[in-house]
């Protein structure tokens, strides 16, 4: 599949595989995430990303979690705070607990390729922002 024939979610998940959310933001502020894919492949001199199978990467993970982007009803509005770290788009496990989630937010994240340390000590602190979390108010 070229990358011109990419949908909208397939390439933000392209770009979240492979570059830095401040790497994209300029970009994606002028162009669509299908446009920035193309550009970027075009400029790869090493042909890893012309290699990447975007839509077939994007299906095999949404067998487990979801994919969302900021088109999507169930996008967290306050992820615009983070200007320039703002990500292009958000994998989550689980089909119908975004919305609960996202309304007392607290996020970790890292790296796609993270050692075993680094995941595991992004476990702890994420486990620890959680147990911190006062329960909601009914």
Known sequence: MSSSALSERAARAALTAHFSPAQLTADLARLSAAEVWEQRVRRDLSGRLARYRAEEELAG??????FVIPSDPQWPPALADL?????????????????ELASSPVAVAGNCKATAQAAARAGAFATACAEATPPALP
């Open 61 to 66: 993970a949404q067998a487990t979690c979801q």
């Open 83 to 99: 200007g320039r770290a703002c990500p292009p788009g958000l994998w989550a496990r689980g089909h119908e607990q975004l919305p």
